[in-house]
């Protein structure tokens, strides 16, 4: 074995008859980089490929392209004076090649010359062009990879061209290689054309929305400077309404639309196209679990009502232990982001001996927002007031009714590498929740954190830890039931019936001041599709914190992924019960 470590890259059958077999290739290094050993395999095996069922002078021509696609593949990494040896061999499977790589040294940038014409060399832009001289990536002493130059040239004009300068392009670049001192002198030269402003605005596509709705967001003065973050960011807002099915926004660059000004800068149309989203639509999902049994909802959705660009929604919903109705008005997303609703609800749930009634009114904003830069992380915030009406009757206790107005925040933070099936990543979810009885003037208060974190381990299996922990204070007895905590059932303390954690009141399980529930799970996949999960459940919901009894859960279960969704199957023991529960969900839209 030759210099350094001998790479093996592929073998083939014997030869047969008067053709040649693919020739077994071994591959002596010399110490190139990972990605230049990675694109000479590339390029040799492509050309071994042919190699097979030709005759002897086709496989002598194919050897000489095997060379010259080495020493390619290295000057694409850097190397621009290797020796390349390609010797032929013999063995008992047919012939052989041996590739010696010498690579030399790789070429480094010595110099750097960038020049500016067109109208970005004027002195209102001359910290713009400095700017984009210190940004440049490739600079003196770092390794010449033609990567490296094709993604610094491209940046370099679409930083250029990407505010002010539409029309910019490379009038010249040159990389001028000294091989037998490894060095690279670079030259760019952009031409930026003349500085573009933004012209009236053109909508192309509009049937039943309101030409308002695409104003509300598309917010400049004809003769604003082009930018094309802006135009990003407004199509981006469009996208995001419920209105449209896509939005494009551009510039319109046919000839007759360009006008040109008198200072030599050019005022091109803003055009914004975009396709209608259907104006109904009608959904149905059906699904099972153990807490909640059999579940069915419709909704109906109607986009653009009495011209106006809103959207309504309507909805009923049934299960063994809520049945609710409602009706929300959703207004568009406001030029911030924020989303709006109003709407009227009646609810029903029987859980636990609680047997309550809700009829309330409200209004809830809701914003969504990405952070910075290419991070994965997202936020939500969600604003709530709810004037409502509920009638409680307690089995074995007291029935009341209590009219309430009620105020809540709650911020969400999520960074996962999945949003429905995460294996990495985290979750934080913090609530505030504020209200008064509006006969008597009761207040109370809530707050609650919930955080889950995902590990991954090995190539499916997955890590989970999972907390919450909640606290009302109360000058009232008659706190709505959707107030206080309870917990127990699939989603919180598995081996206990759904809710059935809380405070007793006479025959029935009501909602309690004080949370604290904690949860690790490890789910180990066989396959894509399926896995079997191990978990331990503990928590509370009392008095107080220092009046818990901690109820504790655990055992194992199934995880299967379908088409329909995903299906979920848990056996777990409830050791304050001492007995085994079944949990499962499944659930189908239509």
């Known amino acids: ?193 003349p500085r573009v402003r933004m012209g009236e605005i053109t909508m192309i596509g509009l049937k039943r929305v309101p030409p308002q709705l695409i104003n509300r967001y598309i917010r400049y003065t004809p003769g604003d400077p082009y930018d094309q973050d802006k135009l990003d960011e407004w199509q981006q807002a469009l996208q995001s309404t419920s209105f449209f099915r896509g939005a494009f926004v551009t510039l319109n660059q046919d000839q007759a639309a360009q006008k040109v000004l008198p200072n030599g800068e050019m005022e091109l149309p803003l055009r914004v196209q975009v396709s209608e989203a259907p104006a109904r639509r009608v959904t149905t999902s059906i699904g099972v679990d153990s807490d909640n049994g059999l579940g069915v909802e419709g909704l109906y959705r109607q986009n653009v009502v009495f011209g106006k660009p809103v959207w309504i929604e309507t909805g009923l919903g049934l299960d063994r232990n809520r049945q609710r109705a409602f009706f929300d008005v959703h207004l568009p997303p406001t030029s911030k982001g924020y989303k709006d609703a109003v709407g009227v609800l009646y609810e029903h749930s029987d859980i636990e001996g609680l047997d309550n009634s809700r009829l309330g009114l409200g209004w809830k904003r809701r914003q969504e927002r990405k952070a910075a830069g290419d991070s994965r992380v997202e936020y939500e915030t969600q604003w709530g007031l709810v004037a409502a009406y509920d009638k409680t009757d307690i089995s074995g206790a007291e029935t009341f009714e209590v009219p309430t107005m009620v105020g809540t925040w709650q911020w969400l933070r999520r960074d996962v590498d999945a949003k429905y099936d995460p294996r990495e990543g985290n979750l934080v979810d913090f609530g505030l929740g504020a209200g008064v ?95 079997m999960n191990f978990f331990v459940d503990a928590g509370d919901a009392a008095e107080s914190f220092g009046e818990m009894d901690v109820a504790l859960g655990y055992g194992l279960g199934l995880a299967v992924r379908t088409p329909a969704g995903p299906f979920f199957v848990d056996v777990a023991y409830g050791q304050r019960e001492r007995r085994l529960r079944l949990h499962f969900s499944l659930g189908i839209a239509f």
């Open 1 to 193: 074995m030759r210099r350094g470590i001998a790479c093996v890259i592929w073998a083939l059958g014997v030869a047969q008859g008067a053709y040649a077999a693919k020739p077994e290739v071994v591959i002596d290094p010399g110490g190139v980089s990972p990605a230049a050993l990675q694109s000479i395999n590339g390029a040799i095996e492509a050309i071994t490929r042919l190699a097979e069922d030709q005759d002897g002078g086709e496989v002598t021509r194919l050897r000489r392209r095997a060379r010259d696609a080495t020493l390619s593949a290295l000057q694409t990494q850097g190397y621009y004076d290797p020796k390349v040896t390609l010797e032929v061999g013999q063995d008992i499977r047919g012939e052989t090649w041996d590739i010696i790589i010498e690579p030399g040294d790789i070429s480094r940038v010595d110099d750097v010359q960038l020049g500016f014409s067109g109208q970005i060399t004027r002195p209102e832009f001359a910290g713009r062009v400095a700017s984009l001289k210190k940004q440049w990536p490739l600079e003196k002493g770092m390794p010449f990879i033609n990567e490296s130059w094709s993604k610094a040239k491209s940046t370099l004009l679409d930083d250029v061209s990407r505010k002010d300068f539409f029309f910019a392009r490379l009038t010249n670049t040159q990389a001028t290689v000294d091989a037998e001192n490894a060095q690279a002198d670079l030259f760019v030269e952009v031409e930026s054309g």
């Open 437 to 531: 009885t509006m006969d008597k003037g009761e207040p109370f208060y809530r707050s609650g954190l919930r955080v889950q974190q995902w590990w991954p381990v090995g190539a499916r299996d997955v890590l989970t830890l999972r907390g919450e922990v909640g606290k009302v204070w109360s000058q009232t007895d008659r706190l709505p039931q959707d107030f206080g905590y309870r917990t127990g059932g699939a989603r919180s303390i598995r081996g206990y019936r759904y809710q059935s954690i809380g405070l007793e009141r006479g025959d029935a399980i009501i909602g309690a001041p004080a949370l604290a529930v904690l949860s690790v799970e490890y789910t180990h996949y066989f396959t894509e599709q399926l896995g």
